[in-house]
């Protein structure tokens, strides 16, 4: 096992979060956001932001994701995903299938059936942290048969679902009060910001995030054994479902300015930060024995 395998994507994504973090700090001590937002332009820079944002998470998850199970299932993984997220929206937009009647005006760039490219990519990252952190929390067991596998993916794939719909908590307000995407009727969680969010939306992602994470366990298990660091298994995915929080986090309260917003998506992302960070102890000294045990081999 070499020990320093991740550490590159691990100090990219570390970098990323610092830098988005001074940028953040940067708009709440000298920028007036709520003005910004106000001119013609301001929706558009914002989408700008977003842009590059999920362009720099792009890189890491790529990275991250080729040197832990090579580049065939990762492009697989991408690809299906992808697909699920395109036509559960898909599903939404034109027959309220899923998450509720909804609709996307022309502010998140080039739509297919009603649906932007950029939503359906936006899923990616944080499908990834989940995917990741949920095999942090739960580690994998060997020798299973094939009922014990799929019930232990399909427990694996809820904990992951929770984690990525535990985002949209902070995601969903913001977006509507900018108006990325619209309720039709409204709903009771934050309603009044922009009508409100309806609680089928919720339920529409687990569903989809399940999906996601069921079909990614099965890319998993189906490809090779995947190679593992402490830096690329641990560090690496909970630095990005950090940095996933911080943003969402910083914007409802920076530029959203609903704190209450803020306290739910720390609630409802918290514990599966501070689980993971927990079992940072074990798993490195687990992966110092591995790194023992495999010099000892090579040396004998």
């Known amino acids: 096992m070499d020990r320093d395998l991740g550490k590159g994507s691990f100090r990219y994504m570390l970098s990323v979060l610092v830098l988005n973090v001074i940028t953040l700090f940067i708009l709440y001590a000298f920028v007036d956001t709520t003005q910004l937002l106000q001119t013609p332009f301001g929706n558009k820079i914002l989408a700008i932001g977003v842009c590059l944002f999920d362009l720099e998470l792009a890189v890491f998850i790529g990275w991250n994701s080729v040197l832990t199970n090579g580049l065939k299932p990762g492009i697989l993984a991408f690809c299906l995903t992808f697909m699920i997220a395109c036509v559960a929206e898909a599903l939404g937009v034109n027959y309220g299938i899923i998450f509720g009647n909804y609709h996307y005006p022309d502010l998140l760039g080039p739509q297919v059936v009603g649906v932007p490219l950029l939503v359906a990519l936006a899923?990616?990252?944080?499908?990834?942290?989940?995917?990741?952190?949920?095999?942090?929390?739960?580690?994998?067991?060997?020798?299973?048969?094939?009922?014990?596998?799929?019930?232990?993916?399909?427990?694996?794939?809820?904990?992951?679902?929770?984690?990525?719909?535990?985002?949209?908590?902070?995601?969903?307000?913001?977006?509507?009060?900018?108006?990325?995407?619209?309720?039709?009727?409204?709903?009771?969680y934050t309603p009044y910001i922009a009508g409100g969010v309806p609680i089928s939306n919720f339920i529409g992602w687990i569903i989809t995030a399940f999906a996601c994470q069921f079909v990614c366990r099965i890319i998993k298990d189906r490809g090779p054994k995947p190679r593992k660091s402490i830096y690329l298994s641990v560090y690496g995915p909970i630095c990005l479902y950090i940095m996933l929080f911080i943003m969402l986090f910083s914007v409802s309260i920076i530029m959203l300015e609903r704190t209450e917003v803020a306290f739910i998506g720390f609630m409802c992302m918290s514990p599966f930060i501070l689980a993971a960070v927990g079992r940072i102890p074990a798993l490195r000294r687990s992966y110092e024995l591995a790194d023992k045990s495999g010099a000892a081999e090579n040396a004998a």
Not at 143 to 170: E, G, H, P
Not at 177 to 187: P, T
Request: hydrophobic share 55%; with cysteine; proline share 6%.
């Open 123 to 188: 899923w990616e990252p944080i499908l990834y942290a989940s995917f990741c952190i949920t095999d942090i929390l739960i580690p994998a067991r060997e020798r299973q048969t094939f009922i014990q596998k799929m019930v232990l993916f399909m427990a694996l794939s809820l904990v992951a679902a929770i984690a990525t719909t535990a985002w949209d908590m902070m995601m969903d307000p913001f977006a509507v009060s900018r108006g990325y995407w619209v309720w039709h009727d409204g709903g009771p």
